[in-house]
């Protein structure tokens, strides 16, 4: 016997199911159900509710039977189910996760959810186990065993510290013209040319280029970059030696601040840096002059992060880079116009790692010192 259900709400039930209908955020379902109750309550059919809220007449009827016996929260939350028993066990699991971190099997360059479905079988008393019971096992442990990061920790000594604090020191230094602070660096780029030409593009057509290419060989790109002042120059040379970077450092003594009394230059540790190659490059007069307008800061090792050039470098290669050059005759043309651009915009990095947050996320890192019972000044 069907029964009928006869929806009464209160005037709280009507302004809680109304507020829940007007934010519209909640499950779909449980927003239907309040409409059928609200709607049930005004005494409509259920023919016309079924046609008003867009659901079938047996919702109707369990959601008012489910409000009958049990209130509002009854007809509007699903009853918890147990759901299907996990197929592995807890010492399955915990084998699950030790195989996955272990090493791959002789000539698997890594595990798969199949290689791993495979050993538990081989390793339990399961008959078969899916990819899909693997995969959610590892993710609910966070293991991703086809996954690798590379990563460089360095040994963070006194010298780490030193270096660190005093390249930091240069960036939060007031702008001071007769002293500016530029960052250096190298970066290699391919020359690539096209083996038929593009097709450009058209209304309702993208771009079309040949996944074939010709390599036309390498060029070197040195960047400067102003600390503290919209300024960047890039100059492209056919290597990266140490007779290029004795001519880089003499530009940037005569061309690029002939004014400046001392040019601070952030670089890190390449052998080609070094402060005797001038010496190689020049007689000892010019390279004495060179250097006597120059004072070289070098970053820790493995911290090249902290050469703010690199950031530089970063946009350089997304918003000119990113394509296929030819020719070094047109990387140097299109690099020019960036440079332009990108100065006269008045781009800078703005740089936010100092030495305060620098103590505070890498103070564990830092040298325990000998003397502590000498106050800090800082």
Not at 61 to 88: N, S
Not at 351 to 364: N, S, Y
């Amino acid at each position: 016997m069907n029964v009928r259900y006869v929806v009464e709400l209160s005037e709280a039930e009507r302004t809680e199911l109304r507020e829940l209908v007007a934010k519209g955020s909640k499950l779909a379902r449980k927003v239907k159900r309040a409409q059928v109750l609200l709607a049930a309550d005004s005494g409509v059919s259920d023919q016309e509710v079924a046609q008003i809220v867009v659901v079938g007449t047996s919702t109707i009827y369990r959601t008012k039977r489910r409000f009958v016996e049990g209130g509002i929260a009854t007809a509007l939350h699903d009853r918890q189910r147990p759901g299907a028993r996990r197929k592995l066990s807890g010492k399955e699991e915990a084998l699950l996760v030790a195989t996955a971190c272990s090493k791959p099997p002789a000539g698997r360059a890594r595990w798969t959810l199949e290689l791993l479905g495979g050993e538990l079988v081989r390793l339990t008393e399961h008959q078969q186990l899916s990819d899909e019971t693997v995969r959610r096992r590892l993710h609910e442990k966070d293991i991703k065993p086809w996954q690798k990061k590379m990563w460089c920790v360095p040994a963070i000594d006194g010298e780490y510290v030193a270096r660190m604090e005093e390249v930091l020191d240069l960036y939060a230094e007031t702008p001071d013209p007769a002293r500016p602070v530029v960052c250096f660096d190298e970066s290699p780029t391919q020359l690539i040319g096209e083996t038929r030409l593009p097709v450009p593009a058209a209304p309702g057509k993208r771009e079309r280029y040949d996944y074939e290419y010709r390599r036309n060989g390498t060029a070197n790109l040195f960047v400067f970059l102003d600390a503290h002042r919209p300024w960047r120059h890039v100059k492209v040379t056919g290597q990266r030696t140490a007779l290029d970077f004795a001519e880089c450092m003499r530009d940037l003594v005569d061309q690029h601040y002939p004014q400046a009394q001392k040019i601070r230059v952030v670089l890190d540790n390449l052998s080609t840096h070094a402060r005797g190659n001038l010496y190689e490059a020049f007689p000892a007069a010019e390279a004495h002059r060179i250097l006597s307008r120059l004072e070289f800061h070098y970053t820790p090792k493995h911290a090249s992060w902290l050469n703010m050039v690199e950031i530089e470098i970063g946009v350089l290669s997304g918003m000119c880079l990113d394509r296929r050059i030819a020719d070094r005759t047109t990387l140097e043309s299109e690099i020019a116009a960036w440079t332009r651009r990108r100065n006269a915009s008045g781009a800078r990095v703005r740089w936010l790692f100092d030495i305060h947050r620098a103590r505070e996320k890498l103070g564990r890192a830092y040298p325990r010192p000998a003397r502590l019972d000498l106050k800090s000044a800082a």
